[in-house]
Structures are given as C-alpha cells and as structure tokens.
C-alpha cells in the first residue's frame, strides 16, 4: 500500500522513564496533521483504483474508504508512526538499542492520533577505578615431563602391528585378527557372524568373556567362546542371552613402536632431529598454555569488573542474545543429535539460558564503556589485518575474504571484535595481575 507524503508538523511528547533502560513515550500527532495523512493516502490510492463506473484516478473518496476498510487506518497509523517516531525520539534525547515497541489505536479522521512507544536504551554505566580491579594470570610454564607426554603420544600415533611367530600364545595387549560366528541356541543370528576383524585383547570392546576366552590362543586355532549378552545389551533381542561363538584365530599381532630417535624425527616431516620436535612440542604446549592462561586472566577481569559494577540490562538485548545463542547450538548440532534430543535441549536453553545471555550482554556493555572512556577504536588497517588472518586460518584468499565482509557488512562486527579485544588489554594493563599456578586442565 502506498506511503503518505506528508510530514505532520504538530508533534507533542511525553517521556516516562519506566526503569533507567525502559522508556515509554505518549506521543500525540494533531488532528489537522492526521487529515492530511488520510488525504495523502486516499490520493496514492485512487491513482491504482480500478472500480466500474468510474474512471482511472477518479474514484470517490468514499468508495476508497469502502475499498479498503480497516487496512486503510492501518496504513494511515504505520505511515504516521514511521514519520514521527524518530523525531519524538530526538526530542525525549534517547537512543533505542531495539526496535521500539508500538502501542496505538486506529486514526481517526478530524482527531488527534495518539500512540505510545516502548524504548529500550542502554544503562549508564559507571566504571571503577580500573587500577582497583584484579585478576589472575595462570603461569604458562611448560615442564620436561609434559613435552615427554606428548613426544609419547607422538610415538604411539606411528605405531605399527608386526605379526607374531605361529606358536606364540595371545595376550592381552596382543591384536588377534578373527573370523566367528555366533549362535544363540545353534541359531546364527542377525550381526552375530564376521571375517578379518581386527581386535585388542583387553582393550573391552567386545561383550564380557569374549576376549578373555582367546587369551592363550595360537594363530590358526579354533575356539567356541561361550558368553551371556548383558542385560541391558541395546538389542533387546539379545539382552540377557546366553550365545556361542565358534572363533578362529587367523593372526597374532604386537604392538611395535618406533625408537625416539632423528630418524623418528625425519619420519614426522620437517625435522633433522628429535630436538627439533621436541622444542616444537614445546612451542605447541606453550601456545595453548598463553592462550588459557589469557582466558583465564580475561575471565577473572571480568568476573571483578561485574562485581564493581551496577547496572539494568535492556531485557530485549538479552532475548536477542540469548536467541543467538540458541541458533548457534543448533546450527552445531544439526544433523549430528537426533532431532528429538536436539529440541529438548534448545528448550533447556531457551528455559535456562537467559542468567548467562544476560552475563554477555553485561560485558558487551562494560567493554563498551571501557573502549570508550579510553578512546579505543579499530582502524581500516587493523580490520584488513584480521580478515587477513580470517582468510589464512580458513585458506581463503585474503582479497576474496575482504570482498565477502565488504559485501556482507562484516566489516563493523570485526571491528568491535578489534576493540573489544583493546578494552581487555586495557584492563590488563591497568589493573592488578597475580601469577597463578596453571590448573591440570588449562
């Protein structure tokens, strides 16, 4: 439907300041001015009117009227919503961080047209003194035993199964490679029979007494393994059954690990010698370590920095973040729960959900603040320089990467995510750190 052109003239406001983030404006819009708004859009409407008996563009005014019914004061109270909301806004001084919420009855012509709005704005929030706050900082010391752990780890992940002498008896730790088939009183039974399969004895991956019955096999033996399918086994056709599985041995392997030496190294890529691996496990543990460790010493800024601090969050700015949230999850999740799990779990969120989208928003807001009082902004450069480092993590081509934020808008998000991060080491740099022993989890 078409848009009126006036611009009413005649605006009075009044504010209610429902809490410091809630506002409630009663504007008023003059009689004179709601005319004008009625003629305006009978006029755009009579210019596409098509009614019998009449020519184009000169249909009455009553019959518009009839034509259009209710939807035509609909129309007439969004367009004078739309023309003077934003100037009673201006006039209150307020600064809505959501779209205001509308409160209105139809116009009406020869009568003021009264409507209220709903403005949420954000609190005023007073810093401390940053200099009062505390943090902690986990060490990010990393010990020869850690590197050793990790250069086993390694180790194990080369490892290779050499077949075993035919008369070489299997033990736990040994890999069998069997063919059986089960039976569950002399009835093979759907999923009970395979070849070549490739098993760990002690490793419990098969239902209990299974393995232990091939412990002291040989290669080419044949066995009937005689076990008891458990009570809660997840085929219920099966739970609580007693079955046979005529088992034969066909390999005994071990485990065979390669020797930590600069020829273990050569075999990892672009290494001459196992010292150079070892320093880049080192450099590798360290990294993750200073990333934790900053996490941490974030965290604890924050978690003072809230405490210091008291402010009303717009309520709405937290159904927006806690909405987010919740789209994220299942974008994650997707596909990879089943469907009935997945929406039990987003309606966990939704109900319990909005303590921690509300902790968001408060630090967004504090963040804020602190760039602000310090004058913290991203520069066009810095942007470029993330999208850059975007574009490497992701293996884009960086031009490509600043195209697509320049297309998308993603430009002012990466921004604040760039000021963001200067209003954290902000905080680092003017409050009162304490070095910390790292926890076993960092």
Request: charged residues 35%.
């Amino acid at each position: 439907m078409a848009e009126a052109d006036h611009d009413p003239a005649d605006l009075r406001v009044e504010t209610n300041e429902i809490t410091p983030v809630i506002h409630e404006l009663s504007v008023e819009v003059d009689a004179g001015d709601v005319n004008a708004a009625f003629a305006e859009v009978v006029k755009q409407l009579r210019k596409g009117a098509r009614v019998k008996g009449f020519r184009p563009g000169k249909v009455p005014t009553h019959v518009i009227k009839q034509m259009y019914g209710a939807s035509l004061g609909e129309e007439i109270e969004r367009s004078l919503v739309a023309k003077t909301l934003p100037r009673a806004i201006e006039q209150a001084g307020l600064r809505p961080v959501v779209e205001p919420q509308i409160e209105a009855e139809l116009p009406v012509e020869g009568k003021a047209f009264r409507y209220k709005a709903r403005i949420e704005v954000k609190p005023e929030v007073e810093l401390p003194d940053l200099e009062m706050l505390s943090g902690v900082r986990p060490s990010v010391e990393v010990d020869e035993d850690e590197v050793l752990s990790e250069l086993e780890s390694l180790r194990e992940r080369q490892e290779i199964w050499v077949e075993e002498p035919e008369e070489t008896l299997a033990e736990n730790g040994h890999q069998v490679t069997i063919d059986f088939v089960g039976s569950i009183d002399g009835v093979t039974f759907e999923g009970g029979s395979a070849e070549g399969v490739e098993l760990e004895l002690g490793s419990g991956r098969m239902i209990p007494g299974f393995e232990e019955q091939l412990v002291g096999a040989r290669s080419g033996e044949e066995r009937d393994l005689e076990v008891s399918f458990p009570e809660d086994y997840g085929n219920a056709e099966l739970a609580g059954k007693a079955a046979v599985f005529a088992s034969t041995v066909t390999a005994i392997k071990r485990r065979e690990l390669p020797e930590l030496d600069d020829d273990f190294a050569k075999d990892l890529g672009d290494f001459e010698t196992l010292d150079e691996v070892r320093q880049k496990i080192r450099e590798g543990l360290e990294a993750r370590r200073r990333e934790a460790s900053d996490r941490e010493l974030h965290r604890s800024l924050l978690d003072d920095l809230v405490t210091r601090t008291s402010f009303e969050v717009p309520p709405t700015m937290v159904e927006r973040q806690l909405e987010n949230q919740i789209q994220q999850f299942e974008q994650q999740m997707k596909g990879r729960v089943p469907e009935e799990d997945l929406r039990a779990r987003l309606a966990q969120m939704r109900e319990e959900g909005w303590e921690a989208a509300k902790r968001r928003v408060q630090e967004a807001l504090l963040l804020e603040a602190v760039a602000a009082r310090a004058g913290l902004e991203a520069s066009e450069e810095e942007i470029d320089a993330r999208l850059d480092e975007m574009a490497a993590a992701q293996g884009v081509d960086p031009k490509m990467m600043r195209d697509m934020a320049a297309a998308q808008g993603w430009r002012p998000a990466v921004a604040a995510e760039i000021v963001d991060r200067k209003a954290l080491d902000h905080l680092v740099e003017h409050a009162r750190i304490s070095e910390i022993e790292a926890s076993d989890d960092a």
